[in-house]
Each structure stands twice: as structure tokens, then as C-alpha cells.
């Protein structure tokens, strides 16, 4: 038995052909020639389509966040959980734009609108008897802001702190992108007794 060469070969797409001719007994008449390998182009690989970006946590959904991880970690420790208050979220808010703005992190922002803890209270309103404040930056979830917090002695304080009943979060982001993030707990002053009259 004899094997003759291969008789042609052609290549379409991704897949190569080759047919085998076998003979048996006398030798076959020469054949006739091939014609040429023919190659054709594979067709264009089709674009991966790109994947969106995962979207980022909106600031909304992070105050929230920190928020309810706020009062998880009070009532691990038997503490009271905190109420949200409006004015003290205006209060954090106006900081952690102010030192979006400035690309700072500080509590006191010299040249600021409302540079201290005292003038941002006072200019939402809040009469306060005991007040603290947290700021961070970089934090891209509440989760791993409120760990960061945890971990320092003085930011834990004021979480775990008994003298506070109220808490206001506020954040915002920089040109950069880059987040500033700003909580106020407070005890309200309590309202003066109403006089009495004979």
C-alpha cells in the first residue's frame, strides 16, 4: 500500500483542511496538479464590548452607611443609638464641602466661610450643650470609613461617646475626586425653663 502526498490543502477562517490520497496496488497516473492553497482572511475579531465602570457608591448611600455602622457599633457597646438631625447633617455637609473645596483635611479651616466646628453649628441653628466631630478623607464606603474610624482612639471616643444623643454625616468630593467626609454628634442645650407667673 502506498500513500500519496496530500492533494490539497485549503484554509478557510480559523480551520485547516488537508486531504490524504491512498492507493493500493499499481502505482496511480500522476494527478492532476493541485490548484494553490487558497487563504482566505479571518474575519475581523468582533470587539469586546467594554465594561462599564462599577458605579460609584453614591454619597447619598455612604452617609447612610455610616449612619446605621454608627449606631451598630453603640449598641454593641449597650450605648443608646443616636437620632439623625437635620441641622447637624447641614453642619457636616458644610465641611466636608468646604474641605473638598480647599483639598484639605483639618477640622479648622482658617479663611474657610464657616472655619470652626462653633460657626458652622451657629449658622444652621443648633444649640448645643456637648459637641465632637469626625472628619476622614479617601473613604470610598461607609463600611471602610467606619473601620478606619473604629481603629482610632479619639474617633471611637466620640462614637461610643454617652454625652451624645444626635448625629449629622455629610461628604462631598473634590475636583479630584477625591472624598472628605465630616460627622457632628451633639446633645442639644436643653430649652430654657418657661418663666412663671403669680
Known amino acids: 500500500m502506498r500513500v500519496a502526498r496530500p492533494r490539497s490543502v485549503v484554509v478557510r477562517g480559523a480551520a485547516v483542511l488537508a486531504v490524504l490520497g491512498i492507493s493500493c496496488g499499481r502505482q496511480a497516473p500522476p494527478p492532476a496538479p493541485a490548484p494553490e492553497p487558497v487563504a482566505e482572511a479571518p474575519p475581523p475579531a468582533p470587539r469586546p464590548t467594554p465594561r462599564p465602570a462599577p458605579p460609584a457608591r453614591?454619597?447619598?448611600?455612604?452617609v447612610d452607611t455610616v449612619f446605621l455602622l454608627t449606631n451598630r457599633e453603640r449598641t454593641r457597646a449597650s450605648l443608646t443609638p443616636l437620632r439623625?438631625?437635620?441641622e447637624l447633617a447641614r453642619a457636616a455637609q458644610i465641611h466636608a464641602e468646604q474641605m473638598a473645596a480647599a483639598g484639605k483635611l483639618a477640622h479648622d479651616l482658617p479663611g474657610a466661610r464657616f472655619p470652626s466646628l462653633a460657626s458652622r453649628l451657629k449658622v444652621v441653628g443648633y444649640a448645643y450643650r456637648n459637641v465632637g466631630e469626625n472628619v476622614a478623607e479617601g473613604y470610598t464606603s461607609g463600611a471602610a470609613l467606619m473601620a478606619g474610624w473604629m481603629t482610632?482612639?479619639?474617633h471611637r471616643a466620640n462614637v461610643l461617646s454617652a454625652r451624645y444623643t444626635e448625629t449629622g454625616v455629610g461628604m462631598a468630593r473634590s475636583r479630584t475626586g477625591r472624598t472628605y467626609h465630616a460627622q457632628v454628634f451633639a446633645r442639644p442645650r436643653a430649652p430654657a425653663p418657661a418663666p412663671t407667673g403669680r
Open 152 to 154: 482610632s482612639a479619639p
Open 84 to 86: 439623625r438631625n437635620s
Open 58 to 62: 453614591s454619597l447619598a448611600t455612604i
